[in-house]
């Protein structure tokens, strides 16, 4: 499960399983989880156990970084 970015304690990653899938990435921190599709337009899927300013600051740092998220993506299961 590649690690693609470590921010303020939220992993950034994805399973490497899943190449079948549209372009996305999980989000971990502490028990928490999460996944976003990153296209054809950033969308969170689930969030569980996070808060609202979590989710507001997860969905912020992938929109600062979702270029080389995608990037990262399309690299591995290419």
Not at 26 to 48: F, N, S, V
Request: hydrophobic share 30%; glycine share 8%; aromatic share 18%.
């Amino acid at each position: 499960m590649p690690t693609v970015l470590l921010i303020n304690g939220f992993r950034f990653f994805f399973y490497s399983d899943e190449g079948n899938e549209p372009c996305h990435i999980h989000i971990k921190k502490g028990g928490e989880r999460g996944k976003w599709w990153l296209e054809p337009e950033l969308k969170e899927e689930y969030a569980y156990g996070f808060t609202q300013q979590e989710r507001k600051q997860i969905k912020r740092t992938i929109a600062e970084h979702q270029q080389q998220l995608t990037e990262a993506w399309y690299e591995y299961f290419r």
